[in-house]
């Protein structure tokens, strides 16, 4: 684990005080204040003009620590957390009375995760209460991957980012939790659903806000960017596009459109890596936005492992073809 450095200990002052700090975690960046004073969650959803009937995850560093939070942790839950934890997991649990209502929007479950970016690790430790954090990016835009990130978005509204590099998994954490017994998957995210197969056996996905209101959050555009973002089998529109000399951009898995400039185009793993697909995700789609077309194009990733995953922010973003 990380030393504790003037960062963390700035951090640390920031929130012991009430305010909020942007924290860097292996899947994307967190918009984070204290869990258990009412004012600082109340800070976060102002911040994000987010809606306060989407509820918050709570981050702490160790298994014990969550017992400070919930009532328990279901047998098989509790298999997940020790073969995930530190990592992209969330698991929905029985909350104790301790946790604001704000944080769980007054369900009677609190989302709870352990990350394991070094940094934040040692900042969680170093602290008495668990950090609320939702991504930190203003409701209804793509999730931060680097420190910069956050800047754009949110710098001139929080004191301080914490800087923790580029976040290696890239995709919201995985959301885990029970429905009439039965473990299942509310949102999918950056821990591999058939790594958690293969120690529960088959799961459940139930994974859309409209028909889920286990998960709020989950809205249809959650993730969608600023212009017309076209998805599916884009093999003809490219072709099409490119003859009518139209402006637009591609972003693809591993293929490359000899045709398109490369100013145009974003390939995300040029091996065919599915982790590393994932961890450019998020930055190749804000990239994308920035770009002087007036349409982008992108492929689905084989819809196996992360790329469900993928595949479902992709969707989120976009017009299907
Ligand atoms: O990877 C992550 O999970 C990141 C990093 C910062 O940890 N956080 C994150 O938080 O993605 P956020 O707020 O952007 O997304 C949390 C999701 C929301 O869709 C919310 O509706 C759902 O978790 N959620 C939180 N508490 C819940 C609960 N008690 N029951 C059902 N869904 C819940
Ligand atoms: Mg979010």
């Avoid at 954090?133 to 956050?150: E, W």
């Amino acid at each position: 684990m990380a030393e504790i450095g003037k960062d963390i200990i700035k951090a640390k002052a920031i929130l012991d005080a009430g305010e909020l700090v942007g924290i860097p975690t292996e899947t994307v960046y967190g918009l984070a204040g204290n869990a258990l004073q009412a004012d600082a969650v109340a800070k976060i959803f102002e911040t994000k003009n987010r809606p306060s009937f989407d509820p918050l995850i709570l981050h702490t560093s160790c298994l014990d620590k969550v017992y400070d939070f919930v009532k328990e942790i279901p047998e098989v839950l509790k298999d997940l957390a020790e073969a995930f934890w530190p990592g992209p997991l969330t698991l929905l649990l029985p909350r104790k009375p301790n946790v604001p209502d704000l944080v769980t929007s007054g369900l009677e479950t609190v989302a709870v995760r352990i990350p394991s970016h070094p940094l934040t690790r040692s900042l969680l430790t170093s602290l008495n209460y668990p950090l609320a954090a939702p991504s930190a990016n203003p409701f209804g835009y793509i999730s931060p991957t680097q420190a910069s990130h956050v800047n754009d978005q949110l710098g001139d509204k929080i004191k301080y980012i914490l800087d923790g590099g580029f976040c290696e998994v890239g995709l919201e954490s995985t959301i885990v939790g029970l429905e009439a017994g039965e473990v299942t998957v509310y949102r999918l995210g950056g821990l591999d659903l058939t790594l958690i197969e293969d120690i529960v056996g088959p799961v459940q996905v139930m994974s859309h806000s409209s028909s889920n209101p286990k998960a709020p959050g989950l809205l249809k555009s959650h993730y969608a960017p600023s212009k017309p973002f076209i998805i599916g089998d884009i093999n003809d529109l490219v072709e099409r596009y490119h003859k009518e000399g139209l402006d637009f951009a591609v972003m693809t898995f591993k293929k490359d459109f000899y045709q398109v400039a490369e100013r145009n185009k974003i390939i995300l793993s040029p091996q065919g890596d599915m982790k590393e697909a994932a961890k450019n995700l998020f930055a190749a789609m804000r990239i994308l936005d920035s770009m002087d077309v007036s349409v982008i194009l992108s492929e689905l990733l084989p819809n196996e492992g992360l790329g469900k995953a993928i595949n479902d922010r992709l969707k989120r973003a976009s017009i299907q073809v």
